[in-house]
């Protein structure tokens, strides 16, 4: 998984879902992001890039090959 | 139909000042004052009048002056932190008697503190913030009602002693919502300052009358006179004279000092006979007088003495309504203010000094033991 | 005497349903007063609202004893919930309180905002509809007055809206009872 | 001087400014200013701040206030707009209205209101004894820069433009003539109108940077001043050193007090929307 | 986010921001900067005013203060001169800057301090729940505009420059990636720096003014910057309603805490004239 | 060779922030404290120190405080108008505990009032002048050689208390030359703040020791610690938490009132057996010296106490001191200030307040008149 | 006379003796302006103009000769 | 105890004299004060220098009854010729102070402006002037301490004048008796 979300810290604003490229993101029920496409992403970063909260983080696939 | 209302604090002393007159509000936000400049906003532009936000609270007390010389009652507000800043000119307002009111609702300080909690901790500062002597008024509401009525005495006690006079709101008062029925606009008294009933040729601007208060000429009305905050003769011009300087700065707390009575507001409850009598103000009376009820419920013989006018300290009411008091006690959001005031003049050894700091309100628990250790003690 | 405490976040609208609910109460005739407590700071938080509805004066203006506790977020519940003791209710929104603690008080959970975003179609109406369901289950004021004080505050053009979040309030606090 | 006595308070005179000490020079040409406009006296407030020029006020047989030092403009603002029938002129030192002043300053420009705010700039404060102000020149020697001034000066009429201000002008005492005119024009515009009226301050500024009598600095302003008809002529080269004088700029923008009056004729219902 | 982690404390989080406030967006972009040119962690201090935007400093883990309205200026102005080693960065809102502490903004810029100033500007007074601020536009509702805002807005960027800052550029929190680079470029440039960083405020700002969610209301970001390349091409037409992004000055000038080691060196006899 | 100078109460002032290691100044000309900042751009600079006139008092005393956070001793130095404009500030100082020096030689207000007239006019304000609660320390010099020795126990006190520190000093004082010898440095006590003995991992900036006063830690160190004019844990975060702001802010007051003995400075004369006690502090105590001295003449039985640390109010010490006096005279170049702390403590019955508010020192005979009247009257 | 001298006012600073294009002005012992050539003036005012302390007043010749 | 007040206009450096004779003071090892008064604003109008000159600490820093009075302008005679009394002397600068008054002290005129204006070629240094005819007339200070403090006051360069200056007025003294 390329994305690591901190549930504690995401407020639901919907940044991340509205700017996400490929529509991977989405709100639950209870206002927090969640995953709803992972497959989708292909870890651009806008969603870190643009998250109020730091609760995004977007490991680089690159690295996680390089292990 | 009744015409109970529920409203908040601000709001009733911001319908307090348009309904004694106030037609000008210049200031800066600041929590927890902010309400009173939001509804000036909102209606002043309505009734003819004027709103301005100025670029921080000094700019606003300045406009706030300069309006009033063109006669209109003019008003600001602000919180701990503004006030500080608004003590400069508030001296300049002392020095030129320009009348004007500052609501100052009080928050958790120093500095800035705890914004949005309740406190009483500029008590001392309302009457000694700006250099130099001066006199000052200063009233400080119990209620939301009250906050209407003291609203509209401040205006009029500025109009006729020309003197800012400080509303001194607390976060409890100001943000509490309560029921409240209030007068209408007929039943109010309104003061206007005195104009001059002399000719631009022989009128001197700082000539005060037999109360100690000079007529006041609006600019634009064809008297050419001269306003600064140096010292000045009777005329407003500047002098550096011993004697001119005596009589101004004198007068300037003596015009004050000689009204005391006709400034004094307050209230009071089960003085006579009363062995603890507790002089309380602001928002902590409120926790004082749920407490008073407690003890006497226990069966404590225990009075209040609600000061609405602070300064002047009402030295002689204090001392009357006391006098036969074993125990007096003083509940204060800080940590011991007023009180100074009551030693001074009850004597220290029968005060007893009630304080929380915490950013909250007593609780009526907290008074009421000083009450019972008070009234088991004696 | 009532006091009554409403919970929540920020954005939940529960000042302002403690201003309406303190209306209410001043006509039906009653004496009222509303406090609200803020966090250190005025953004995000709980916040809390407190009414006190009395048929004489009332001098201490915050809630001592709490008659009803109102908790719309989990936050709030672990903060505040331990405020109401064994003779008062405690009504939660169970949308977000989802780990309750043991309580003494008589504990309540509605579906409030479930309720607001299923049934009106927007989360904004669940103060309102707590409203309802504080007045349903502890008759604090009559719902007259709360209709007619509702109706004062809200927006043109929501009012329908509005007197049905108080009629869901009502029904939810009657399939709790 | 005739036209101008009755602006006068003569029983106020002398002045108290030092000897040589160009603020009488600038006093006499606003007072000119005011008699070319024709401004109604009693419908007249001069608010000044505080300083040697500030004093000037006192002088002026006028609706007057010194305020307190810095705060000219936030006391004129309220009077202005509590009464925008009254024309309203202020009277202001460099370290006034730049130093304790600026921020108010700018605000002043931003809001357009409509007051005419003339700088007795002498690049020092003369009344506290000759401390560098924001607009003293960089190794300017004063009580507070023994060793030479470090900072820049503000371009004073660069910042006013920058903050909105309508017509911005530059004088001096020198031409005493002109700067009547410059004020005049300022008076005219419906808006915030700033005139750098640059001025000679023999004792506090004069004597440490050797500048000479107050007669030899009258003849610096007159040597380093540039006509600003003859400043678009120049090159860069030639203008250093020197100043520009006369209309910096002048451009339309809403008046403040206009604008109130507006939105409350809307508010009343008297007005449609504007 | 890795590479900041070591800036923030942890422990202080989630920060106070409501939801979808850009100002964590600005912070974010800041400590990239910070980051790409690799302060040294202890010798860095942020320095606050009081706003929203200006809790910022307490979730860093640097030297930070947050201190009054409108005073982060004369702080950071007195850190830097105490001790020039140290670099200085200033977090502070469009209020905090602008209308309070306009002066010392105006004034840092004149002296050319080396301060790197980043304004979170959302157009209002956030923190006390939406007053309109000198950076509000021209009929904006706030609180204190009920019926639409009758000043003009300043131009920061012409202020800034006006005053003598020798480093302006604009960002937006859309635009977080150059935003990144044009505060590291600010903090490269040995001298007063300002960075207009254009954010939201969804709750006191976008609520009222029918922006809009937060996404929305970086859409509009999007939509309305136009970068400072492309804007030199556009007519004035094209442009009004939207705003220039980018580097917007960059000059030469003493930096202000340097000149007065040169000086201390000549006092002391250590350096030559300078 | 003496050493004796001829040196005006600013210089000595000046000289004695400089002793005392102060070495960065910040401020804005105003009469009649202006010397103070023109010997320190003279001064500051060949000692490798900062000098900077910022654009107003505020920021002055900002730049103040940011200079004091990097560990170097700080002073400003202003009158009445800035000190007022700085009582903003000061409080920040207060709560953030950043040890600095804030003179204000007294000018005659209020307002801009008479600029180059002496008064004692600002005494309350010292205490009381920002909002909310807090402690402070206010030390006023009666001559020249304390101006020196005061504004070394100034600098001393705020690095030990971490406190902004008030040099009240007034025109008389200020602006007099008279014959001074000055010690020598290394006789001088100078003190420095703590510094912290933790590690940067488990520092507390806001953990007090046991004298109630935190350790600080200079920015550039490498403690990354947060500094708040906000309510605040020990660990400097902010928090809105009850028990937090209550210790934090009984403890601003409380570490200094605590150490009053420290603080206490003053001299007394010819107290044993005094019928009459003349309180006093500052240029007054010039006149009041020599008013005392033609009553002796006349056979009055008269003693003094001379305050220099006004503030915190050295209660035990006043009412030790004039506990056997019959009547008690305060002086003061003010309508009466510091007059009702001493009727508070010493009781207003024996208490006799002298004042003078033209704009000139006390002549000794006014006086001597009250303490013949009261010398007299028992 | 072309000229009204207020010697009161007059704080000899010299301004108008140096800027009068005909030598007409001269400080007297006392420091105070008096007039050494008045049947050079020519009653150009600049004297009055830039006098800081209104010492001097230029009576215009036109105006006497219309009278 | 000596008691001397200099009083003029702003620009004649009475102040400075005023430093110069109590710095010879404290060279001469007595105790010296120094003060001065303004007028209402800082700048032009009368002004004053006080010195007192004691062998004992001194207590009040204010002249109370002069011994030497020095008018350098007609205003600062007017204004506080009446200052000094029969036991005292009046030194006016005939230069300047044209329409004398009775006074009961000794009235010595001396054309102090007049003499450094012609003697050495201007006038700003008539204060030195003044302050050797004072320490001639009174000998407040020894003459040896006067000098040492004017040199040590006045700008490089200007010694040789500053003498002569001091020189001139002990002549001036010494002709008036
Ligand atoms: C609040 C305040 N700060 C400082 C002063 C002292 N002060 C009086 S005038 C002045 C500066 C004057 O300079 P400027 O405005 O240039 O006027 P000028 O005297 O040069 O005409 C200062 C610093 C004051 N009166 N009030
Ligand atoms: C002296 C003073 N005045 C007013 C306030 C109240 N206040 C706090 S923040 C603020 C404005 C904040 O606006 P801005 O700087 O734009 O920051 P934002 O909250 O929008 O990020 C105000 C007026 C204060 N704390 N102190
Ligand atoms: S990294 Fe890019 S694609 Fe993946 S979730 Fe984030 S925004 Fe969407
Ligand atoms: S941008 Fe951040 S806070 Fe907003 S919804 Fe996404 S993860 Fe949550
Ligand atoms: S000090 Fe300078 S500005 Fe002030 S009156 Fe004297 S010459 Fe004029
Ligand atoms: S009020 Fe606005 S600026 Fe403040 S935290 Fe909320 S969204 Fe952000
Ligand atoms: S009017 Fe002209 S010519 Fe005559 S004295 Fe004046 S300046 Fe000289
Ligand atoms: S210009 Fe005026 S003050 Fe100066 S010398 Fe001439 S008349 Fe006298
Ligand atoms: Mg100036
Ligand atoms: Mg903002």
């Avoid at chain 2, 009075?303 to 009411?317: A, S």
């Avoid at chain 3, 809390?48 to 008659?67: C, G, R």
């Avoid at chain 4, 000119?32 to 006020?57: F, H, M, N, P, Y």
Wanted: some cysteine.
């Amino acid at each position: 998984m390329a994305l690591t979300i901190n549930k504690k810290f995401c407020k639901g604003c919907g940044i991340c879902v509205a700017f996400c490229p490929k529509q991977v993101l989405e709100l639950d029920e209870l206002g927090k992001v969640y995953e709803k496409a992972p497959e989708a992403c292909i870890s651009c970063g806008q969603c870190e890039l643009r998250c109020p909260d730091f609760a995004i983080q977007v490991i680089k696939p690159a690295k996680e090959a390089a292990k | 139909m009744t015409k109970a209302r529920l409203m908040q604090g601000n709001q009733a002393c911001a319908e307090g000042m348009i309904a004694a007159g106030v037609r000008f509000f210049a200031g800066y936000p600041i929590t927890p004052s902010t309400e009173v400049a939001e509804i000036m906003a909102e209606e002043l532009p309505k009734l003819g009048g004027k709103f301005i936000q100025m670029e921080d609270e000094i700019a606003g007390m300045g406009a706030t002056i300069g309006a009033s010389l063109t006669g209109v009652k003019s008003l600001t507000a602000t919180s701990g932190p503004g006030f500080s800043l608004k003590q400069e000119l508030i001296g300049y307002a002392c020095m030129a008697e320009v009348p004007c009111v500052i609501v100052n609702v009080q928050r958790m300080g120093p500095s800035t503190g705890l914004p949005t909690s309740p406190a009483q901790g500029d008590v001392m500062q309302s009457r000694w913030g700006t250099h130099g002597d001066h006199g000052i008024i200063v009233l400080s509401p119990g209620s939301v009602r009250e906050a209407f009525d003291v609203a509209v005495a401040s205006v009029n006690f500025s109009e006729k002693y020309r003197t800012p006079v400080i509303l001194l709101l607390d976060e409890v008062i100001g943000h509490m919502r309560e029921r409240v029925e209030l007068p209408d606009a007929c039943e109010l008294k309104l003061v206007n300052r005195k104009t001059p009933t002399e000719s631009p040729e022989t009128f001197q601007a700082y000539k005060p009358g037999d109360d100690g208060v000079p007529a006041m000429a609006p600019f634009g009305a064809g008297y050419y006179h001269h306003v600064t905050g140096l010292v000045h003769t009777h005329t407003g011009m500047p002098s550096g004279g011993g004697a001119v300087t005596n009589e101004l700065v004198r007068r300037l707390e003596s015009k004050i000092n000689r009204a005391q009575k006709d400034i004094t507001m307050y209230t009071e409850d089960g003085i006579a006979g009363a062995d603890v009598v507790l002089v309380s103000y602001g928002g902590s009376s409120r926790a004082a007088s749920a407490a008073m009820k407690l003890a006497r419920a226990k069966g404590v013989k225990v009075g209040m003495l609600k000061l609405i006018t602070i300064w002047p300290f009402p030295v002689e009411l204090v001392i009357e309504k006391t006098k036969h008091a074993k125990t007096i006690i003083v509940p204060e959001l800080n940590t011991g203010q007023l009180v100074g005031e009551v030693e001074r003049y009850a004597g220290r050894e029968r005060v007893v000094s009630v304080t929380r700091v915490d950013g909250e309100l007593f609780e009526p628990e907290e008074i009421l033991e000083s009450i019972l250790a008070a009234g088991g003690a004696k | 005497m009532k006091q009554i405490v409403l919970t929540g976040t920020g954005g939940q609208g529960l000042i302002l349903a403690g201003i309406i609910l303190a209306e209410a109460a001043v006509l039906d005739g009653k004496q009222a007063i509303q406090t609200q407590s803020y966090g250190p700071e005025a953004r995000g938080g709980a916040s809390k609202a407190e009414v006190i509805i009395s048929d004489t004066a009332i001098d201490y203006p915050k809630v001592l004893d709490a008659d009803v506790l109102l908790a719309m977020s989990q936050e709030a519940f672990n903060k505040y919930g331990a405020e109401v003791g064994a003779a008062g209710s405690l009504i939660v929104d169970s949308t977000f309180v989802r780990e309750l603690k043991e309580t003494p008080a008589k504990l309540v959970a509605l579906p409030i905002t479930k309720a607001a975003k299923e049934e009106l179609g927007r989360d904004m109406f669940a103060n309102i509809i707590a409203l309802g369901a504080i007045v349903g289950l502890t008759q604090t004021v009559s719902r007259e007055s709360l209709v007619a004080a509702v109706l004062a505050r809200v927006p043109k053009g929501t009012e329908a809206k509005n007197t049905q979040a108080i009629d869901i309030g009502f029904r939810l606090a009657q399939e709790a009872q | 001087m005739a036209a101008i006595d009755k602006y006068i308070r003569q029983s106020a005179l002398p002045h108290i400014w030092c000897p040589g000490c160009g603020n009488g020079i600038l006093l006499a040409a606003l007072l000119r200013a005011i008699d070319k406009q024709q401004l109604e006296q009693k419908k007249t407030v001069i608010v000044s701040g505080i300083g040697c020029s500030s004093r000037a006020s006192g002088y002026m047989n006028f609706n007057t206030i010194h305020t307190a030092h810095g705060r000219a403009l936030p006391f004129a603002t309220g009077i202005k707009l509590a009464n925008p029938e009254l024309n309203v002129i202020v009277i202001t030192g460099d370290g006034d209205s730049t130093a304790i002043g600026g921020n108010h300053f700018i605000h002043a420009c931003r809001r357009n209101i409509d007051i005419t705010t003339v700088i007795f700039n002498n690049n020092i404060y003369g009344m506290t004894g000759g401390q560098y102000s924001p607009l003293s020149p960089s190794g300017t020697i004063a009580t507070t820069s023994p060793y030479g001034h470090l900072e820049r000066p503000f371009d004073i009429a660069a910042l006013a433009i920058a903050a909105g201000s309508t017509y911005v002008a530059r004088g001096t005492a020198y031409h005493a003539v002109q700067l009547t005119d410059l004020i005049a024009k300022g008076i005219a515009n419906k808006g915030f109108s700033v005139i750098d009226a640059i001025t000679q301050c023999p004792i506090s500024y004069g004597r440490k940077n050797k500048m000479g009598g107050p007669a030899q600095m009258m003849q610096w302003q007159k040597d380093h001043a540039v006509m600003v008809a003859a400043a678009a002529k120049m090159k860069p080269e030639e203008l250093a050193g020197k100043f520009v004088i006369g209309e910096l700029h002048k451009s339309d923008a809403p008046e403040y007090t206009a604008e109130y009056d507006k939105m409350i004729a809307r508010l009343q219902g008297k007005g449609g929307e504007a």
